[in-house]
């Protein structure tokens, strides 16, 4: 029987960074991941807070420092980040709270 | 995780909690947040002049053993910092798992194995975590990720003695914390944001720098503005921070374009204001009521969005019978604590807004 075939998938290179920054990680993310795949992928590979002081699930959003924009979780990741030169994503808590 | 750690617990006569058959409860095997114990040990190694701008790597916690009992049991735990091809290892107490030994407590209670309010004391324990199962193992990731180290300047433009002439002490800071420098102006615009509030919360960011005395080495961090934090929502024990706020936050920080890092936070817990206000003690002056404390949801926002070591919050508490107030927390050993600073009044050579 032969070896299976290679799987190629296209990727886009892009650093992503916690709020405080003191997480920053480069990750090769396939295309045809949607911005909600990424947010979940990258909230685990770096460890984030899931759940706040109550136990509430944190929501984060993906800012995109090149558009100065928040993707939306349905964008394709192929479709908005770029090839050559690499992306910078921050996660951003989206409903955190002081008291 | 190399190892897993374990804690036990014993009353205040020294006897192991038992269950209702009588063996005792534990070890107990406990997750705990060791990422700002992470960031402390890579601290440790900027603090002593080893990264030079390359990214700094910690390891995965390990046990000290206790001398006179020895393994399992745990005097202490250690992270291995590196940088450079350095590495640098970092002890942190047994005090780092007395949040989980608190939650773990309150299970006790609740099954009536201890009493609400009484003393007990735990124990900590280590072994090799158990390797994965193949159920167990994580999913392979479709990403892949490699860490980087985050990028700060270290300004060493100014020495450590002539920011200590021009200010002066709050709070008691001490000589194990690295030195915080804020402006007094810093802290009126604080102080006139806390009271437009009125009784309701408000906050913001601490922006500066972080620089390293010439003449000592040692690190210090030294405040230059303050910036209202934009989107939130404040309510009388609430502040909540939108994904715009960080945003908003972070494009304030370029356009400024002075190599500002956001350094801290700051916000103000105005609710004595609402609380007090027909208090009888408050007319007797017999009360000296603050709110200057650093909640669970502080602690959460902190650690999400300042992990890094030498992050800071400021805490202003408005009251009738106190005034106005301010707390400093910051990060000792991984754990965040109360600490002093410094208020500078004068102008220095250097520029900068202080005073």
Known sequence: MGTPAEETMETRTVEVSDVSG???VEADVPSEFSVAEMIRTMVGEMDLPVNDAAGQPVTYRAHLEREGRQLLPSERCGDILQKENHDRITLEPDNIDAG | MKYQFELTFSQEDGALLTSDSGEPVGPIPVTVDFDPAREWAKFQVLCAGRADGQPVRAGDPEPVWDSRRGAPYVRAFSITATANGDAMACEFPLTYFAAAARSLSTYFVNKGRLKAGEIFHYHVTSRPAAPLTRGGAPQKSRLAVRRKGPAFDVHEDVGLDAMMRVARPYDRPGNDDMPVFVPQAVLDEVSRLTIDAGSLEAGGFLLGHLHRCPETGGLFLRVS???PAEFTQGELTKLSFS???????????????????????????????????????REQGACKAQADFFSQDDLFLHRTAFLTAFSIAMVASNSPCSGLTFALYGWRQGMIQRRGFYIVSNHTDTGGRDG
Request: hydrophobic share 30%; aromatic share 8%.
């Open chain 1, 22 to 24: 003191a997480k920053v």
């Open chain 2, 225 to 227: 503005e303050q910036i």
């Open chain 2, 243 to 281: 994904g715009e706020t960080w945003t908003a936050a972070r494009h304030t920080v370029r356009t400024r374009g002075v190599g500002e890092i956001m350094t801290g936070w700051w916000h103000c817990h105005n609710y004595l204001m609402e609380t007090c206000k027909d208090c009888e003690k």
